[in-house]
DNA sequence: ATTGAGACCTGTCGGC
DNA sequence: TGCCGACAGGTCTCAA
């Protein structure tokens, strides 16, 4: 997509998680993305016209890209492919086409003005990158303190810090030694600065997410070699650690966690 | 303002 | 084999 423009912009039906908004493709076509970014879960294509094309994958969604020779339904139909849930094509001038498939529809597609981007409800006030220079043990410490949650939920926030999912959550948990049951204002002292479990986790946070990006993880998301993510009953992978990974339910998702090394 | 529970969807898997 | 409930990688809304 990025530096092609849009030729054809297909909408299979009115909605995702919530509707597309009008115009859709009419203030898509003709433009060209000018730069292709992420920030947090969200895709952004920056468009030529200063809009940004907002796209988030939800829990199941993905992009397949595939050469627009012939019809994406022709050849889906010769190889078998699933397109049921094909709810966006965007045939781009590059010869490619870009199809958006979702079967739960979790995922989001949006078109907002220049304006609307900062003040918008969730971009807006996402946290930082954690794998900028700006996410350190300082910057943590402040937007843990005081809250009366637990270090996982605290994780799960995309106002503490952008991007971390349940299962990267457990799993920088796991490798900075942390219950995950410890409450988030635990990490930080009295005064508000960050106690030595502060570091550790920002220091987790970058690795797990770093050795993800490098392997692909989540592409083969059933193969993974996780530490403790989808792991109960195993043996704890920390080095001379006896423990089995057990696994609990926190605020309606499942968490997994050593209860020998993580304290 | 912060927090946890429930809702939004479809697909898959294990148990019967 | 088929049916049924539990659960899935995310976020939004609502009520306390």
Known sequence: MAGA????????RRDLRQPFPTGFARRLKGQS?????????????????????????????WFRVEKSKRSTARRNRETDLDNRHDHVVFTMSSGMTVT??????????????????????????????????????????????????????????????????NIYASEALHLAGLSPFRLASSL???????????????????????????????????????????????RCATAGCPGTIARAWQNGRSTFYCPVCQR
């Open 5 to 12: 423009r849009f030729d054809g912009v297909q909408l299979n």
């Open 100 to 165: 958006f498939n979702d079967p739960r529809r979790f995922g989001i597609m949006d078109l907002i003005t220049a304006d609307r981007l900062a003040r918008h409800a969730s971009l807006g006030r996402l946290g930082p990158e954690p794998l900028s220079r700006a996410f350190d043990a300082r910057t943590l410490a402040r937007r843990l303190a005081k809250r009366r949650i637990s270090l996982k939920a605290a994780l799960l926030d995309q106002h503490v810090v952008a991007g971390i999912g």
């Open 33 to 61: 993305v000018r730069a292709l970014v992420r920030r947090g879960k969200y895709l952004l294509g920056e468009l030529s016209s200063g809009d940004t094309l907002v796209m988030h994958l939800g829990m199941s969604g």
């Open 188 to 234: 930080v002292t009295r005064a508000g600065a960050p106690r030595g479990g502060c570091e550790r986790l920002v220091q987790a946070i970058k690795s797990v997410l770093r050795r993800a990006i490098v392997l692909k993880e989540s592409e083969r998301y059933r193969g993974s070699r996780f530490r403790v993510y989808d792991r109960d009953g195993e």
